[in-house]
């Protein structure tokens, strides 16, 4: 009898045990599954480097948490349309003043409504945005900031970043989830520098260059650290007059008031004229003063219209300068 009950108790407990393997195979069966599914779902949904699929939250220059959408389509990014169109991007709207938009970009944005320069915010919300991007401190200072980020997901890049395009080209493209994009851009551009810089020492070294921009009668010379002074002199490695650093030095904005007396000081062996005033026949051109250059009178004068890039800032309007630049100074 006492056998008989241990083999029953051992047949019991055989059967227990079996009970409990099968039911732990299968819940390893269960979790096995889902944990696969769930590692398909992060296989699918892991975004490449640098692009991004799903909302983030960066702060801003201001300190601002903002949080970007996943993959935004409506952007505004006033004045950074130059890096967007660099990026690939298409911003639902582009910058303007009274007397034109930049040019330069019209192949690509051509089809692109304009917003006015100083962003007012029925504009603004008239094109729905899901992502504005602000360049300067100015433009969000007081209560701007929080008007506009009623309307859309807004980040401030701020003066320090946005007045260097580098900088700019780069904090965008984190913004857009397009960091490696950037980069090759950023890359690109160093490399077509590089090769310029050699060409123009081979062709032009040491010889001196200023930009001068004519607009409504008045001269404006462009600061030897900024916009397209910086690729110039920096970038190109070409040498800035003695007269363009003394104006850039008391001067505060990219491009600084020059007066004709001034002008005629100017010891350069190439200019670069952006001429603004051709409706008015550019009688400034005609003065004496004017005439008395020395690359005026070499003939070493290279005239671009203001629908040219040598206004602006950022990869593509730099690029384009390069290009300018060796079909001139280098030829």
Excluded at 21 to 44: H, I, P, V
Excluded at 76 to 97: C, F, N, R
Excluded at 202 to 208: D, K, L
Aim: charged content about 20%; overall charge negative; proline content about 4%.
């Amino acid at each position: 009898m006492f056998t008989r009950c241990k083999k029953f108790v051992i047949i019991l407990l055989s059967l227990m045990v079996m009970s409990l393997w099968l039911a732990a195979c299968g819940a390893g069966k269960t979790n096995e599954g889902a944990g696969n599914s769930t590692g398909s779902s992060t296989a699918t949904e892991a975004p490449a480097a640098g692009n991004e699929t799903s909302e983030r939250k960066l702060t801003d220059a201001i300190g601002n948490e903002v949080t970007i959408p996943a993959n935004p389509q409506r952007i505004i990014a006033t004045y950074l349309e130059d890096y967007l169109v660099a990026l690939g991007v298409k911003p639902v709207a582009q910058w303007s003043v009274a007397n034109g938009k930049q040019e330069y970009l019209q192949e690509q944005l051509g089809d692109i409504p304009t917003i006015a320069y100083d962003l007012p915010f029925e504009a603004v919300t008239s094109f729905n945005p899901d992502l504005l991007i602000i360049g300067s401190n100015s433009m969000v200072e007081g209560d701007k900031y929080s008007q506009y980020s009623k309307i859309a997901a807004t980040y401030t890049l701020g003066d320090e970043i946005s007045g260097d395009w580098r900088k700019a080209l780069l904090k965008i493209g984190e913004v857009l989830g397009k960091s490696d994009e950037a980069q090759k851009v950023l890359d690109a551009y160093e490399a077509k520098a590089k090769e310029a810089k050699a060409k123009l020492q081979a062709t032009a070294a040491g010889e001196s260059v200023a930009a001068i921009w004519l607009v409504k009668k008045n001269f404006y010379v462009v600061s030897d650290k900024l916009s397209s002074g910086a690729v110039l002199y920096q970038d190109l490695g070409l040498e800035a007059p003695a007269v363009v650093k003394e104006i850039a030095a008391s001067g505060t904005g990219n491009w600084n008031a020059i007066s004709l007396e001034k002008l005629a000081e100017l010891d350069a062996d190439h200019l670069i004229l952006v001429n603004s005033d051709t409706d008015t026949g550019s009688e400034a051109l005609k003065d004496p003063l004017w005439q008395s250059i020395p690359a005026v009178k070499n003939g070493n004068v290279y005239e671009f219209p203001r629908t040219s890039s040598w206004l602006y800032y950022g990869p593509i309007a730099s690029a384009r300068m390069i290009d300018d630049v060796l079909e001139t100074i280098a030829k």
